[in-house]
């Protein structure tokens, strides 16, 4: 609950509106997931025990108010898509399903991540971030 209080309001910032394109912000929104789980490791790897795009959505005896933070963070994030959709810089799809895409492809990487699995800040990249950019620029990109 603690760390999730001190992402929301990264997050919200991340995706604000007035801040960039859709691109921009969907971009700032990796740097600030990858990030935030490298800056506190032992969260994200609790994180990808326990929180990601597939069993947030599975009813279990999870906390109603975690489960419930991150189907708002996603749509959040699915808001994102819609605004790119209307500004013709992100792909066409359903916002909500590009966004669970999107969130996937990001959790994939931070359980890769040699900085989160290891807990060694010093590890290296086992996928460079700037390829995971590239990643998603080409995945969401119209």
């Known amino acids: 609950m603690r760390r999730g209080e001190e992402f929301d309001p990264a997050l919200r910032a991340a ?15 990796v740097d600030l997931e990858v990030g935030f789980l490298r ?7 609790l994180y990808l025990r ?11 005896a999870i906390d ?4 419930a933070t991150y189907r708002e ?6 808001d994102l898509f819609a ?8 792909r066409a799809g359903e916002p909500r399903v590009l966004a669970r895409m999107f969130t996937g492809i ?16 010093d590890a290296g990249e086992a996928f460079p971030l700037a390829d995971l950019h ?6 969401f990109r119209a």
């Open 39 to 45: 800056e506190h490791p032992r969260f994200g790897r």
């Open 64 to 67: 109603a108010e975690v489960t």
């Open 134 to 139: 590239d990643f998603v620029e080409r995945a």
């Open 106 to 121: 990001v959790t994939s990487y931070q359980a890769s991540d040699p900085a989160v699995v290891s807990g060694d800040p």
């Open 15 to 29: 995706l604000d509106p007035g801040r960039g394109t859709p691109m921009d912000r969907l971009h700032r929104l």
């Open 50 to 60: 326990y929180a990601n795009a597939t069993t947030m959505w599975v009813e279990r």
């Open 73 to 78: 963070w996603l749509r959040l994030e699915a």
């Open 83 to 90: 605004r790119g959709q209307q500004a013709g810089e992100i």
